[in-house]
């Protein structure tokens, strides 16, 4: 029984192998162009794509919305307006993960974080204002110092076994 479990492991690693890899590309890097005011509670929408392989990251909304179960890594990064508060979540599927805080009383003030999060496939990653709090980005064109990028690290194959 040993020699016939070993041999359908081998067969599905080699299935696995032999698909193509390209299906589980997954990474993107937006930026933000222009000063923004978030009010509380907002997802920020970041207008510069850089990059978008597997088109996973929506410019229109904000949103990733994962194509491939795994784990992924998330960073955000965001610079106040000179004297105001910034303060970004992100979320995954609408629930809290961590959090970006920055206020200076009279110049810019930076923060940033990131994640390893596990993700299936339709989950939504996001960057929003603090609930009760409004935030205000900076952001020109020739100037992107507000960032949200994520990739697909490892991909995870969820199996079935028939017993019987």
Known sequence: M???FKGILFLGV???AAQDASQFETAFSAG???HLTLQAGATVIYDKV???IGNAY??????FTCPQTGIYVFQYHGLSMSDDTLWLE???NYNYVSSAYAHTNSDYASAGNSVILHLF???TVMVNAEPNQESNLYGVSDDVY???SGYLIAPVFEESVVVG
Do not use: A, M, Q, R
Not at 58 to 63: E, F, K, M, Y
């Open 2 to 4: 040993d020699d016939l």
């Open 14 to 16: 080699t299935l696995c």
């Open 32 to 34: 933000l162009t222009k």
């Open 50 to 52: 850089f990059t978008n």
């Open 58 to 63: 929506d410019n229109n909304t904000g949103v």
């Open 90 to 92: 992100l979320y995954h």
């Open 121 to 123: 496939k339709g989950d």
């Open 146 to 148: 507000c960032t949200f």
